[in-house]
């Protein structure tokens, strides 16, 4: 009787195992038009405040919160193949590893085919921490509470209602951040930036784009090699500099101190001091509250409703 009590109830775990290893992991392999799709579903038990990373990825990853205390990973492969068997073949080679230690969601990209395209979309807690990073596709991070280090060696990098630190670095695509409380660092070789909207310390930097900040509650320090930059309501210092473009600031809070080799220089309203400094072209400030140093190589200066002291220095215009 005991024997059968004993086998009886390790069938009972055996199958709720399996019950359970069902739910979190879901597949499906169909055929789609020219293109076989496979898709897989995981999910973890977590509490606020864990970690998920995601490394040596290849594809889109997209993050977004929920109210559930679970993260959910979902895997899209699309293959370009002619045969069911071969789409079998790329579905498990292609599948990244998941795994759960501790507070740490791992997931570990697989082996990838230039005939294929791998989509993530994952849900998170709303006090989440996140670590991703993709080899070759765009990132988007939405509604979390946490630190947040991103990066893609080949993509854009998409910022929404975040909170936290948050590090965004991208090789080859545009940044857009909007709605960020916290500090905010943001990098790319190749793309534009456009930030809005930021409660907190901003940094950014690009090597081939254009800059855009609007509506920063704290300091702003943003460079580019190659683009103009463009800053409304800025409500703390500021500092910008460029070595191939133009600079608008229309409404800065405190210090401004901006820099440019090829480019004009415009400043609308400053309420601390201002330095303009351009090598290749005109300088306009108007409205300062405090003192002013405009200095040009070769354009003109004109300086218009200064508090204080205004100096103004050019070797090539009036």
């Known amino acids: 009787m005991k024997r059968v009590t004993c086998i009886l109830l390790s069938l009972v775990i055996f199958i709720t195992s399996v019950l359970v290893m069902s739910a979190a992991a879901q597949e499906k392999l169909y055929r789609k038009g020219r293109y076989y799709i496979g898709e897989i579903t995981q999910a973890y038990p977590v509490k606020d405040g864990g970690l ?14 929920w109210d559930k205390p679970l993260v959910e990973i979902h895997q899209k492969i699309k293959m370009d193949v002619f045969t069911r068997s071969e789409a079998e073949k790329g579905f498990e080679s292609a599948k990244a590893s998941t795994q759960a230690n501790g507070k740490t969601i791992f997931v570990d990209g697989g082996s990838y085919r230039s005939w294929m395209h791998v989509d993530f979309q994952v849900n998170v807690p709303r006090a989440f921490n996140t670590k991703l990073q993709t080899r070759g596709g765009d990132l988007k991070l939405i509604g979390i509470k946490g630190d947040q280090q991103v990066s893609t060696s080949g993509g854009d990098i998409k910022l929404a209602d975040l909170s936290g630190a948050i590090q965004a670095r991208t090789s080859g695509g545009d940044i857009s951040a909007k709605r960020v409380k916290g500090t905010l660092s943001v990098a790319t070789s190749g793309g534009d930036l456009n930030l809005t909207d930021i409660a907190g310390i901003l940094s950014g930097s690009t090597s081939g784009g254009d800059v855009t900040v609007k509506n920063c509650t704290d300091r702003v320090n943003v460079s580019t090699s190659g683009g103009d930059i ?49 090598s290749g072209g005109d300088i306009e400030i108007t409205d300062a509250l405090k003192n002013v140093l ?24 009036g």
């Open 230 to 278: 463009d800053i409304v309501n800025a409500r703390d210092d500021l500092s910008a500099r460029t070595s191939g473009g133009d600079i608008q600031i229309r409404e800065a809070g405190g210090r401004v101190s901006i820099a440019t080799s090829g480019g004009d220089i415009s400043v609308l309203k400053a309420g601390g001091d201002v330095n303009a400094r351009t």
């Open 294 to 317: 405009a200095l040009t190589s070769g354009g003109d200066i004109t300086i218009e409703n200064v508090a204080e002291a205004a100096v103004a220095k050019t070797s090539g215009g």
């Open 52 to 65: 998920l990373k995601i490394l040596r990825m290849k594809g889109d990853i997209s993050v977004k919160s």
